[in-house]
């Protein structure tokens, strides 16, 4: 699954503002503003983009995701550019593709798949701590470069599938499995702060790190994190270990990335042209 890379809207003729993205991907535009803006800000959806410079003078990036459950539809994207006697707004239009999700069976252990009243408000506790943590938002850009894949493994595509587990429907896997052996290094995709450490019911221990501008990865079922909160961390730095902590079947990352409010792939995410180190 690729990334979709957008185009210069004052080099580029009009017909090129639609861009075309499925489900799940990670569009990267840029838009040149004359003079000196205060701020770029977009809005997609229901969602705040923010552009940050990215070095060409003038020229601003902004990072869209398409959330895996966003519905098939031609949606506006507008780009409002603020400056201090005024604003101008770019409008763009985004065609939002289904992608062909799998659907994938497994059978676990009944109390996984079950949980007794004890482990549901267990369970409950620590997607409100999750949903925090995302919920937050941190005007700074960490990260200068593109974003790596954290493990070396066999990648199942399990990004998206519609799970049916004992039988029973289950919500979409919102990341990506990487199998790897037992206690392979994890690294972090790229620079940002620890804003999670935890051991939870179902994602094992965890690891959230926090890119800056809405765009954080996730680091599931591990079998040792060796990062504390609050730690700053660089682009391939070791932040764990693989393991099969919480849901699991066996020995593998579960690696999330999640960009203003939108799930979305992680290896879209690091298939953008962000530069190079």
């Given at each position: ?120 408000k267990r369970i409950n506790l620590e997607k409100e701590k999750v949903q925090a943590v995302l919920a937050g938002l941190t005007p700074e850009r960490f990260w200068t470069s593109g974003f790596l894949v954290p493990v070396e493994g066999t990648v199942t595509g399990a990004f998206g599938s519609k799970r049916i587990l004992n039988g029973q429907p289950r919500n979409q896997h919102s990341g990506e499995d990487i199998s ?98």
């Amino acid at each position: 699954m690729l990334a979709v890379v957008g185009v210069s809207y004052a080099a580029q003729a009009a017909a090129e503002k639609v861009f075309t993205a499925k489900q799940g991907e990670v569009l990267y535009l840029t838009v040149v503003a004359e003079g000196n803006p205060a701020s770029v800000q977009g809005r997609f959806r229901d969602r705040s983009i923010p552009f940050f410079k990215t070095g060409p003078s003038g020229e601003y990036g902004a990072l869209v995701g398409i959330d895996m459950a966003d519905e098939p539809a031609t949606v506006d994207l507008k780009a409002a550019i603020t400056y201090p006697d005024g604003r101008q707004e770019r409008m763009y239009r985004v065609v939002v593709q289904a992608e062909a999700f799998r659907v994938q069976s497994m059978t676990l252990p009944k109390d996984q798949v079950e949980p007794d009243a004890a482990a549901l408000k267990r369970i409950n506790l620590e997607k409100e701590k999750v949903q925090a943590v995302l919920a937050g938002l941190t005007p700074e850009r960490f990260w200068t470069s593109g974003f790596l894949v954290p493990v070396e493994g066999t990648v199942t595509g399990a990004f998206g599938s519609k799970r049916i587990l004992n039988g029973q429907p289950r919500n979409q896997h919102s990341g990506e499995d990487i199998s790897a052996p037992l206690g392979a290094p994890v690294k972090a995709a790229n620079d940002g702060i620890v804003r999670m450490v935890d051991d939870q019911f179902f994602s094992g221990i965890s690891v959230i790190l926090d890119h800056g501008l809405g765009v954080f990865t996730m680091y599931f079922h591990l079998d040792s994190a060796t990062v504390k909160d609050g730690a700053r961390v660089k682009r391939g730095e070791v932040i764990g270990t693989v393991g099969h902590s919480g849901r699991a079947t066996g020995p593998h990352l579960h690696w999330a990335a999640w960009l203003n409010g939108s799930r979305v792939n992680p290896f879209s995410l690091a298939k953008l042209p962000l530069g190079t180190p």
